[in-house]
């Protein structure tokens, strides 16, 4: 802030100049004192002068709506809503969310520090204000092959940007855990930042080991007791509601008046449907508020934990010098946002995002789409040579719905001409995922439940976190036809049937995201997501399932380019269970 502005603050503080703006007869939602005030909002150069009776060059009258700090995600994957970030930052301000905290590890994982570049210039003159955590495993294991590979050398210079807050997610607490040195370098550049964590299930003297490390927060709580324990050790938790993992039920519990300043709320990664359909923070304080949080904590876990947490000051709470970022409700309890102020101007009016800065982002990535031609014959499974059983036993990734980590089984494969194939009488779908940065061949082939798929097939480019192609289906036809569009297309979704391409969502920017509007890109979603449930799928997000079943660091079995990941053994097993 200039020495002018500073001195215009005080000056509208202390009543000797009027303000640019008063926002009258709010009912404030006070995070600090826990209450709600009545009075008069003014506002200054975008910042909250004070409470009170203001002149001001221009009145608004809220006649009694609720006025809350614009609200903030601690934890968000912008790339996981399929959306470029100036028409993310256009969804989700309809919502209230004023600021994010972005960690672009899926943008990173495909284009490395270009990755990481590209969100922070695309976030400019936004209606959001975008910070950014540096993606600290990249990849995210050394059993799938990304794009590219960040050291700690990479990310060092980007520690100087303003929007920079520090080091994301550290998921590989195996290297944490074995004081892994190129691990440990990650987290020593970042000593004076906050450093967030990512340690699915996590307990006893390693989780100890994590936490010494200078680990801060985890969002990857599933059950109270693992959050309460991980609370035990110091975290911050950070309580996620996404498309595929809803954790708020079963944490709830724990936010109590004492605990309430280690709670944080974030999204991690929610599609664009969800987003225009439930909404963001503001559907996560809808949601506690009705599991008997009280609502004015719900308020704070969504805006003043997470500018506290992450050292954003001036941010997250109404109050004298903060920025004014404030979200008008008129039902605090439905958390129903009727206006947006951004630094004191309007910028949602009626759930309508005022703003008409231009869609697209300067400079967009450059393809990202590179395979070698993919063959019919590349997807067949020939049965090994030497099992030991006709049919052979097979290791098989237990899909779980609303969930991100997986189960193991073992089926006896059905076998056609000396080949592994699909069986769908036991929702046994064929899984293939194939590598797509290098145009090494590399192909990874392996077998899932849970899908329940009775024909076709699905193939998508978004495939956590290497974002390799991937591919669920009956058949190989279809699977290799889906594919086949999936390159044509330069990343997507598609679903396949009979020789047929039945709809897919087109995602041309890294294969990750589109670059249409955000109402049409949520209407291919539920396109492809309606095609998918003719095929016999019954998962309320189908490809966001699909999108975790590559991701080799949670869950206990899960399958990359480079063949089945035993992750809790954290190596390639055979399909062959013998």
């Given at each position: 802030m200039s020495d002018n502005h500073l001195r215009d603050l005080v000056n509208v503080a202390a009543g000797r100049r009027p303000a640019d703006l008063v926002l009258k007869n709010a009912r404030i939602v006070n995070v600090v004192?826990?209450?709600?005030?009545?009075g008069h909002v003014a506002i200054v150069r975008g910042r909250i002068a004070g409470i009170g009776d203001y002149q001001a060059a221009e009145t608004i009258d809220l006649k009694g709506r609720y006025l809350c700090p614009g609200f903030m995600?601690?934890?968000?994957?912008?790339?996981s809503s399929m959306l470029a970030v100036p028409e993310f930052a256009r969804v989700v301000i309809a919502h209230g969310t004023t600021t994010v905290i972005a960690d672009p590890h899926e943008f990173a994982n495909v284009m490395g520090t270009e990755g990481i570049s590209y969100v922070l210039r695309s976030?400019?003159?936004?209606?959001?204000?975008?910070?950014?955590?540096?993606?600290?495993?990249?990849?995210?294991?050394?059993?799938?092959?990304?794009?590219?590979?960040?050291?700690?050398?990479?990310?060092?210079?980007?520690?100087?940007?303003?929007?920079?807050?520090?080091?994301?997610?550290?998921?590989?607490?195996?290297?944490?855990?074995?004081?892994?040195?190129?691990?440990?370098?990650?987290?020593?550049?970042?000593?004076?930042?906050?450093?967030?964590?990512?340690?699915?299930?996590?307990?006893?003297?390693?989780?100890?080991?994590?936490?010494?490390?200078?680990?801060?927060?985890?969002?990857?709580?599933?059950?109270?007791?693992?959050?309460?324990?991980?609370?035990?050790q110091g975290f911050h938790i950070m309580i996620r509601e996404g498309s595929q993992t809803r954790n708020l039920e079963a944490l709830v519990p724990l936010v109590t008046p004492l605990t309430a300043d280690r709670f944080l709320f974030c999204t991690d990664d929610k599609d664009v449907r969800d987003l225009i359909e439930e909404g963001q923070i503001d559907y996560m304080i809808r949601r506690a508020i009705e599991l008997g949080l009280d609502p004015i904590l719900a308020v704070r876990l969504g805006?003043?934990?997470?500018?506290?947490?992450?050292?954003?000051r001036q941010t997250g709470a109404i109050l004298p010098g903060y920025r004014a970022d404030l979200a008008v409700l008129d039902d605090l309890e439905r958390c129903r946002v009727v206006q947006v102020y951004r630094q004191g101007q309007l910028v949602v009016e009626n759930g309508r995002c005022l703003d008409d800065s231009p869609r697209q982002a300067a400079a967009p990535l450059r393809s990202s789409i590179n395979v070698q031609p993919i063959d019919l014959e590349d997807l067949a499974m020939p049965v090994p040579e030497g099992s030991s059983t006709r049919p052979p036993n097979v290791h098989v990734i237990e899909v779980l719905d609303n969930r991100i980590d997986t189960e193991r089984g073992i089926e006896p494969a059905r076998v056609e001409?000396?080949?592994?194939?699909?069986?769908?009488?036991?929702?046994?779908?064929?899984?293939?995922?194939?590598?797509?940065?290098?145009?090494?061949?590399?192909?990874?082939?392996?077998?899932a439940r849970g899908f329940k798929l009775r024909s076709g097939a699905l193939a998508s480019s978004v495939a956590h976190d290497a974002h390799n192609l991937v591919a669920v289906g009956t058949n190989d036809r279809d699977m290799h036809l889906a594919l086949q569009r999936l390159v044509k297309l330069n990343g997507g979704l598609v679903v396949a049937r009979d020789g047929e391409v039945l709809a897919d969502a087109p995602l041309p920017i890294a294969g990750l995201v589109t670059d249409q509007p955000a109402d049409i890109a949520a209407q291919q979603l539920r396109e492809v997501t309606e095609a998918a449930r003719t095929l016999g799928c019954e998962f309320a997000q189908p490809f966001m399932a699909l999108s975790f079943l590559s991701l080799s660091v949670i869950g206990?079995?899960?399958?990359?380019?480079?063949?089945?990941?035993?992750?809790?053994?954290?190596?390639?097993?055979p399909l062959i269970a013998d």
């Open positions: 004192s826990h209450e709600i005030q009545t995600d601690a934890h968000v994957h912008i790339e976030a400019k003159n936004g209606p959001i204000t975008v910070y950014v955590m540096l993606s600290s495993c990249v990849p995210a294991s050394p059993l799938e092959s990304a794009g590219a590979e960040l050291t700690a050398e990479d990310l060092e210079p980007f520690l100087t940007n303003p929007w920079v807050l520090g080091l994301a997610e550290m998921m590989n607490y195996p290297g944490v855990v074995a004081a892994q040195p190129e691990v440990l370098d990650k987290i020593a550049i970042s000593k004076d930042w906050v450093v967030d964590g990512h340690a699915p299930s996590l307990s006893g003297r390693e989780l100890t080991a994590y936490a010494a490390a200078g680990i801060m927060s985890d969002h990857e709580c599933i059950t109270a007791e693992e959050a309460a324990e991980k609370l035990r805006s003043f934990n997470t500018a506290r947490y992450f050292g954003i001409e000396n080949r592994l194939v699909a069986d769908p009488d036991r929702d046994l779908a064929k899984l293939v995922v194939i590598e797509r940065h290098r145009a090494s061949g590399e192909i990874g082939h392996g077998f206990k079995l899960k399958l990359t380019n480079q063949g089945l990941i035993d992750v809790e053994r954290f190596n390639v097993i």
